[in-house]
């Protein structure tokens, strides 16, 4: 009975890992009880576990809040994106005169701008939002341009030999062309979006009704409710996890039908 | 966008003869389609592509283009399709007995090495794309897709990707989205080189039943000796070094043709006379002296 499902390729792919992680937690639990670890130090699963039940309410608040800035900056950080990317293809001028900014924009720390940003922007929401659409928009724009670029060069010389209009060689050749670039773009944004909406709290220290989970780790450090700062951990993980696959879903769902990379493999 | 020189670009009545009218000039040949004249492209490297290229193209014509490889031959099909600058000379375009009418008369389509089609679209949505881009549509553009679909055998597979086809179909696809438009020239470019010989040997015989059914009139880019003398009716020979045209022989021998043709000594004879103008033409593009 066991031999076939070890063989079969896709339930090992979510067998094995989950398999690892129980072994984990297991072995945690068992250390932190045997060696009686005070749970301000090191709490065990079951704590932590406890910690997300019992403080649910504030824990959900501070999630809606960051996925809220984090929502916010991706989207903006796609709009802005292929919008720069969009212009950058129309001239080799442009985009020299311009790419250099962006990458500007992404080797700047932006930990080091947060609180020139917090200060210039009044509404905390809006100043987390700009961090996180800073931090995020780079692999939007750089792989968008690549896949904009990267055109078959014979498809390309058809189109000009029917005088095609760069509107139509833009919307018929190279943005469906982009498209896998873009994806691939759209994955590594939507996680870095989170660290930036994180991140960009701890900087600017919000508070009240508007702090997200990045305050409620710092609070709780403080308060040494150690289990309830890894709870907040925990819900910032599984939030980056469900971003993550909620773009390879919808990079599937777009390419399947003719990309490589959503092809799947017959044994 | 592309800046190919290619003159006049109002129509300018040359030969307004009865013969012209009638589709053939006054020694009763086929009127042209077109003429490359002392056509030179030189490379800003300075290579020297093509050197004073003369060649005429006349209405149903099959003419090969055939030599060793550097020789310049897919440059000169590129410069028909106005895909390419040249450097010097004119490349003209003709219809009716006049000189073409600028970039909108010449109703010309490229088959590239490869499939080329967009992986992206259905195989009909691949073929439609000439029509779309000039924007036709209504039910005699889908009667063209449909009637192109069903030449190149296609018929059926509107809704397939291209990678759900094999090289072979892929290569139909290509050629039916090269047949949509009703060119007046086909140009294609070692089309079938990436082929294995049986899937050649097959899209050689269907790509000469649709040039006789169709009237059509193609330059066909090869570097096979068999697959110039099957399909061509005239094979023009380069050699490389400069690229130039070093030999022009005609296949006289009727169409249609079929495997029969393959075997004959006709065929022999015509493929020993171009292999030998070929070996010729290779030996010119040898460099004649070594520099220290």
Same mark, same amino acid.
């Given at each position: 009975? *066991?031999?076939?499902?070890?063989q079969?390729?896709?339930?090992?792919?979510v067998?094995?890992?989950l398999a690892?992680g129980?072994?984990?937690?297991l072995i945690?639990e068992?250390?932190?009880?045997a060696l009686e670890?005070p749970? !301000?130090?090191?709490?065990?699963?079951i704590?932590i576990?406890?910690a997300?039940i019992d403080g649910?309410?504030p824990?959900?608040?501070a999630?809606y809040?960051?996925l809220?800035?984090?929502?916010?900056a991706?989207?903006?950080?796609?709009v802005l994106?292929?919008?720069a *990317?969009?212009?950058?293809v129309q001239?080799?001028?442009?985009e020299? *005169?311009?790419?250099? !900014?962006?990458?500007l924009?992404?080797?700047?720390?932006?930990?080091?701008?947060?609180?020139?940003?917090?200060?210039?922007?009044?509404d905390?929401t809006w100043a987390?939002t700009?961090?996180?659409?800073?931090i995020a928009?780079f692999?939007i724009?750089?792989?968008t341009?690549?896949g904009?670029?990267?055109?078959?060069?014979?498809?390309l010389?058809?189109?000009?030999?029917?005088?095609? *209009?760069?509107?139509q060689?833009?919307?018929r050749?190279r943005i469906p062309?982009?498209?896998?670039?873009f994806?691939?773009?759209l994955?590594?944004?939507?996680?870095l979006a989170l660290?930036g909406?994180?991140?960009a709290e701890f900087?600017?220290?919000t508070?009240?009704?508007?702090a997200g989970l990045a305050?409620?780790i710092l609070?709780?450090?403080?308060n040494?409710q150690?289990p309830r700062?890894f709870a907040a951990?925990l819900?910032?993980?599984?939030?980056?996890?469900?971003?993550f696959?909620?773009?390879v879903?919808?990079?599937d769902?777009?390419l399947?039908?003719w990309?490589?990379?959503?092809?799947e493999?017959e044994h | 966008?592309?800046?190919s020189? #290619?003159?006049?670009?109002?129509?300018?009545?040359?030969?307004?003869?009865a +013969?012209a009218q009638?589709?053939?000039d006054?020694? =009763?040949n086929p009127r042209?389609v077109?003429?490359?004249e002392?056509v030179?492209?030189?490379?800003?490297n300075g290579t020297?592509a093509l050197k004073?290229?003369?060649l005429?193209?006349?209405q149903?014509?099959?003419?090969?283009?055939?030599?060793?490889?550097g020789?310049g031959?897919?440059?000169?099909?590129?410069?028909?399709?106005?895909?390419?600058? #040249?450097?010097?000379?004119?490349?003209?375009?003709?219809?009716?007995? @006049?000189?073409?009418v600028?970039d909108k008369g010449r109703k010309l &389509?490229?088959?590239?090495q490869?499939a080329?089609l967009?992986?992206?679209a259905?195989v009909?949505?691949?073929?439609?794309?000439?029509l779309?881009?000039e924007? $036709?549509s209504?039910?005699?553009t889908?009667?063209?897709i449909?009637?192109?679909l069903?030449?190149?055998?296609?018929?059926?597979?509107d809704?397939a990707?291209?990678r759900?086809?094999?090289?072979?179909?892929q290569m139909?696809?290509?050629i /039916?989205? +090269?047949?949509?438009?009703?060119?007046?020239?086909l140009?294609?470019d070692?089309p079938?080189g990436?082929?294995d010989e049986m899937?050649r040997?097959?899209?050689?015989d269907?790509?000469l039943?649709l040039? $006789?059914k169709?009237?059509?009139t193609?330059?066909f880019v090869t570097?096979s %000796?068999?697959?110039?003398?099957y399909?061509?009716s005239? %094979?023009v #020979?380069? &050699?490389?070094r400069?690229?130039?045209i070093?030999?022009d022989?005609?296949?006289?021998?009727p169409f249609p043709?079929?495997?029969?043709?393959r075997?004959?000594t006709?065929?022999?004879g @015509?493929c020993? $006379?171009?292999? $030998?103008?070929l070996e010729r033409?290779? /030996?010119m =593009?040898?460099?004649?002296?070594?520099k /220290?």
């Amino acid at each position: 009975m *066991s031999a076939p499902l070890i063989q079969n390729e896709s339930f090992v792919k979510v067998a094995a890992p989950l398999a690892v992680g129980v072994l984990f937690l297991l072995i945690w639990e068992i250390a932190v009880q045997a060696l009686e670890m005070p749970k !301000y130090i090191l709490p065990g699963p079951i704590e932590i576990f406890k910690a997300l039940i019992d403080g649910w309410q504030p824990l959900l608040g501070a999630l809606y809040i960051t996925l809220k800035v984090t929502f916010l900056a991706f989207l903006i950080a796609v709009v802005l994106g292929v919008a720069a *990317s969009l212009l950058f293809v129309q001239s080799k001028w442009i985009e020299m *005169s311009l790419f250099p !900014y962006a990458v500007l924009m992404q080797v700047t720390p932006v930990v080091a701008i947060a609180p020139l940003i917090i200060i210039w922007v009044d509404d905390t929401t809006w100043a987390l939002t700009v961090c996180a659409v800073i931090i995020a928009i780079f692999p939007i724009i750089s792989n968008t341009t690549l896949g904009l670029r990267s055109v078959d060069p014979n498809l390309l010389s058809m189109f000009r030999m029917y005088r095609t *209009s760069r509107w139509q060689e833009l919307v018929r050749l190279r943005i469906p062309g982009a498209l896998p670039y873009f994806f691939g773009g759209l994955r590594i944004s939507s996680g870095l979006a989170l660290i930036g909406a994180v991140v960009a709290e701890f900087v600017a220290g919000t508070g009240g009704a508007k702090a997200g989970l990045a305050y409620m780790i710092l609070q709780s450090g403080y308060n040494l409710q150690i289990p309830r700062m890894f709870a907040a951990l925990l819900l910032i993980t599984l939030t980056g996890i469900a971003l993550f696959a909620l773009m390879v879903w919808l990079s599937d769902r777009a390419l399947r039908n003719w990309h490589e990379s959503a092809l799947e493999v017959e044994h | 966008m592309t800046s190919s020189k #290619v003159t006049p670009l109002k129509a300018t009545p040359v030969d307004t003869s009865a +013969a012209a009218q009638a589709h053939t000039d006054s020694n =009763g040949n086929p009127r042209p389609v077109l003429q490359v004249e002392g056509v030179n492209k030189i490379y800003a490297n300075g290579t020297v592509a093509l050197k004073g290229a003369d060649l005429t193209i006349r209405q149903g014509e099959f003419v090969s283009l055939l030599g060793p490889s550097g020789c310049g031959k897919s440059t000169l099909l590129r410069i028909m399709a106005g895909l390419g600058d #040249v450097t010097t000379g004119t490349v003209r375009f003709w219809e009716q007995g @006049y000189d073409v009418v600028g970039d909108k008369g010449r109703k010309l &389509a490229f088959v590239f090495q490869n499939a080329t089609l967009m992986p992206w679209a259905r195989v009909r949505k691949n073929v439609r794309l000439p029509l779309d881009l000039e924007h $036709q549509s209504g039910a005699e553009t889908e009667r063209k897709i449909d009637d192109a679909l069903e030449m190149v055998g296609l018929k059926g597979f509107d809704n397939a990707f291209p990678r759900e086809l094999s090289g072979g179909m892929q290569m139909r696809a290509s050629i /039916a989205r +090269a047949m949509v438009t009703e060119p007046n020239l086909l140009l294609m470019d070692e089309p079938f080189g990436a082929l294995d010989e049986m899937t050649r040997n097959k899209l050689n015989d269907d790509v000469l039943k649709l040039w $006789q059914k169709n009237g059509w009139t193609i330059v066909f880019v090869t570097h096979s %000796v068999y697959e110039a003398v099957y399909l061509s009716s005239r %094979v023009v #020979v380069m &050699a490389a070094r400069p690229g130039r045209i070093v030999d022009d022989i005609s296949i006289d021998q009727p169409f249609p043709r079929n495997s029969d043709f393959r075997v004959s000594t006709e065929f022999a004879g @015509y493929c020993r $006379q171009v292999s $030998q103008a070929l070996e010729r033409a290779s /030996a010119m =593009g040898q460099p004649q002296e070594v520099k /220290a």
